[in-house]
């Protein structure tokens, strides 16, 4: 008995050790199971991670590519963030928060592209580049160009506005400065062509100062030429002057001196100091300059004034005088201008060569009238043989007394002696060949020519010879012809 109960004992603990190891087998089986569950969910979990961090981060790269800073506002359109990652003219983003944008230091509330911003606004409509520009606490004016889309709460009330924003100072002043050259060689180009078709001083005076006043953005000035009295003292005369006359006397002055130019001959003046150096005046506060010169009573405030001078060369030929431009000059608009400045200077020298020119040919054809009525007078007439060319000049008023129009009479010696009468030209060629010789210095012959109503007058020509080539012979004859009286 005792032996099959041992028996029968170890037989149910043999089977109870098995149940347990199966049910132990079957748990561990289950903890692998879960723990493979576990660990690709954990896997899947990083990896959502790791590409919603690769996601933030190309997100972040593409604003920051596509904008300088990013921006909301509330419903009331202030600030409630701004990222100001790359300020410009010290404005932050911190230093905007709770303000409006056209409250934002710098930025002028007055200036109409806010009324138009606020109508975008208040129309919630999505915007993009609208551009407006602010004074930096750099004192320098930025520029800048924002984009926005409108927010909405989940029952459709309007929360708000957001949007980048990009600095575009560099482009704008990039187009500034392409848009100030083009203007500069199309001012160029004008002055030019005004002087091509033959525009007078006064008036081209004046076109380049429109120009300048233009150029500059100055409110007045005038144009002139450097004149030189008979003492040697430089003095400017004024020949295009903004009209600012400040009494009755200085209007008549302006009025009176229209046509032939304002003198200024008092250099101890600002416009002076330009003459006397010969280089660009500037300054920024006339009235206490020690080069300035008194003003009229009741004269407009000069609050600055440039002075740049005109050249033709080495030489100055006039110059530029412009005031009271906003927030005055400097070296920049100096250089700026001074190619202007230049093509003046050329086109002046242009003019006053030209008026030179007139002057001499108005006094050479006073001085051969002169002569010709002398000539006239006495009865004596000249002409001019080139025996090169064989151009041959005769005095129009020895035709005339011959009853000829210079046009009947070809201008060659051969027209000439068919006047001949045929009796004379044996002797006057023989005259003639006298002066061939090298140590001939002058000859004379008498003969007669046909006049053209009829008959004959007797006429005396003296002659010499006044080139001559190189082997002695005449290469250039002069004469002088004595008609007798009828």
């Known amino acids: 008995m005792p032996v099959l109960l041992t028996v029968l004992l170890l037989s149910l603990g043999v089977g109870v050790f098995g149940a347990w190891m199966a049910t132990l087998r079957r748990r561990e089986r289950m903890l692998a199971r879960a723990k493979a569950e576990i660990d690709a969910k954990a896997a899947e979990h990083s990896a959502i991670q790791s590409t919603s961090k690769t996601n933030e981060e190309r997100l972040r790269e593409f604003s920051e590519a596509a904008a300088d800073w990013l921006w909301e506002i509330d419903a009331d359109y202030r600030f409630t963030m701004d990222t100001g990652r790359n300020p410009v003219g010290g404005l932050t983003g911190s230093k905007i928060l709770g303000l409006t944008r056209w409250e934002m230091p710098g930025a002028d509330p007055r200036d109409p592209h806010w009324d138009r911003y606020r109508a975008i606004l208040d129309a919630r409509e999505t915007f993009r580049d609208f551009e407006f520009y602010y004074v930096g606490e750099d004192g320098a004016r930025h520029y800048a160009s924002i984009s926005g889309r409108p927010l909405f709460a989940s029952d459709?009330?309007?929360?708000?506005?957001?949007?980048?924003?990009?600095?575009?100072?560099?482009?704008?002043?990039?187009?500034?400065?392409?848009?100030?050259?083009?203007?500069?060689?199309?001012?160029?180009?004008?002055?030019?062509?005004?002087?091509?078709?033959?525009?007078?001083?006064?008036?081209?005076?004046?076109?380049?100062?429109?120009?300048?006043?233009?150029?500059?953005?100055?409110?007045?000035?005038?144009?002139?030429?450097?004149?030189?009295?008979?003492?040697?003292?430089?003095?400017?005369k004024a020949h295009a002057l903004t009209n600012i006359a400040w009494d009755a006397a200085t209007r008549k002055l302006y009025d009176d001196s229209a046509l032939n130019g304002l003198e200024f001959r008092n250099l101890d003046t600002l416009f002076g100091a330009v003459i006397r150096t010969e280089q660009a005046v500037i300054a920024n506060d006339p009235a206490n300059d020690p080069r300035r010169g008194s003003l009229p009573q009741n004269h407009p405030?000069?609050?600055?004034?440039l002075g740049l001078p005109m050249f033709a060369g080495k030489t100055m030929v006039g110059?530029?005088?412009?005031?009271?431009?906003?927030?005055?000059?400097?070296?920049?608009?100096?250089?700026?201008?001074?190619?202007?400045?230049?093509?003046?200077?050329?086109?002046?020298?242009?003019?006053?060569?030209?008026?030179?020119?007139?002057?001499?040919?108005?006094?050479?054809r006073l001085t051969d009238e002169r002569l010709q009525t002398t000539l006239e007078s006495t009865g004596?007439?000249?002409?001019?043989?080139?025996?090169?060319?064989?151009?041959?000049?005769?005095?129009?008023?020895?035709?005339?007394?011959?009853?000829?129009?210079?046009?009947?009479?070809?201008?060659?010696?051969?027209?000439?002696?068919?006047?001949?009468?045929?009796?004379?030209?044996?002797?006057?060629?023989?005259?003639f060949r006298d002066v061939d010789k090298p140590t001939a210095e002058t000859f004379e012959a008498v003969y007669r020519m046909r006049m053209k109503q009829g008959g004959w007058r007797w006429l005396l020509t003296r002659a010499r010879a006044i080139q001559r080539d190189a082997a002695g012979h005449p290469t250039r004859i002069i004469a002088r012809i004595s008609i007798s009286p009828m």
Not at 301 to 305: A, G, I, N, Y
Not at 385 to 391: P, Y
């Open 156 to 236: 459709g009330a309007f929360i708000g506005y957001r949007g980048t924003g990009r600095d575009i100072t560099s482009q704008v002043e990039a187009k500034a400065k392409i848009d100030r050259t083009n203007a500069l060689l199309d001012a160029v180009r004008q002055i030019q062509s005004g002087y091509i078709a033959g525009a007078e001083k006064k008036a081209t005076c004046e076109q380049m100062l429109s120009i300048m006043l233009r150029l500059s953005g100055s409110a007045f000035g005038f144009v002139g030429e450097i004149v030189t009295d008979p003492k040697g003292q430089r003095y400017l």
């Open 301 to 305: 405030p000069l609050e600055s004034f």
């Open 319 to 364: 110059m530029l005088g412009i005031a009271n431009r906003p927030g005055g000059y400097d070296q920049e608009i100096v250089d700026f201008l001074e190619p202007f400045a230049g093509a003046c200077g050329a086109v002046l020298a242009a003019i006053q060569a030209d008026a030179e020119q007139a002057r001499v040919a108005a006094e050479l």
């Open 380 to 431: 004596v007439g000249p002409w001019e043989w080139d025996l090169v060319t064989g151009a041959f000049k005769i005095d129009p008023g020895t035709l005339r007394k011959l009853g000829y129009a210079l046009d009947e009479i070809a201008p060659t010696i051969d027209a000439w002696d068919a006047l001949m009468h045929p009796d004379d030209h044996k002797t006057v060629q023989a005259r």
